[in-house]
């Protein structure tokens, strides 16, 4: 049955592991939002209307807190002194981190749903249109909510999931924390390179 997949190309494999990667996160989005967890089949059949709208407001007021991408760039901050921040603080968009306070705001996004611009995830392959009305509402809803936040004063980051590989991950904070420790107006921790050897 996996004949004549097993036979792609490397980078036409690649794209559709891409396109799968985005399936799953669909899946595991739709079955948390309380719908069958039929799967594959729960995403690739016409979503009803009716159901599409009540996983589409769900999806929107319950925002998944705590995702490993979030753990990862708060545990960032943590070690590097800059704490005091809020969680899904009530203003638009409800970012993942915030100081209200200094009003400063940062997004974690998730590549596949917020369509990352460094990603380019392909469609999934199913119901291309429903997914691409899907992923344009997404999109013009983050650029609404960064936009009314701008407008309040906010100072906004985004970080993207794939800038938290490994390989990236370094370059990611480094780039992005001397900024924030500067807006916060902290002071950086030092990173916790290597443990010194204590004097016997
Ligand atoms: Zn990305």
Redesign the pocket.
Known sequence: MAKAKASKKNGQAKAERAAAEGEQAAREAIGRSGQSGELPSAVSREAPPASSEAVHKSMVSNKRANTKPELLVRKRLREAGLTGYRLQWKVPGRPDVAWPGKRIALFV?G?FWHR??????PLPKSNVEYWHIKFERNVERDERNLAALRDMGWRVHVI????LKKKVIDDTFADLLPVLAEELGKELKAAEVSKPELPA
């Open positions: 996004n590549c990352c611009p460094h990603c380019n995830l993207w999931e794939c800038q």
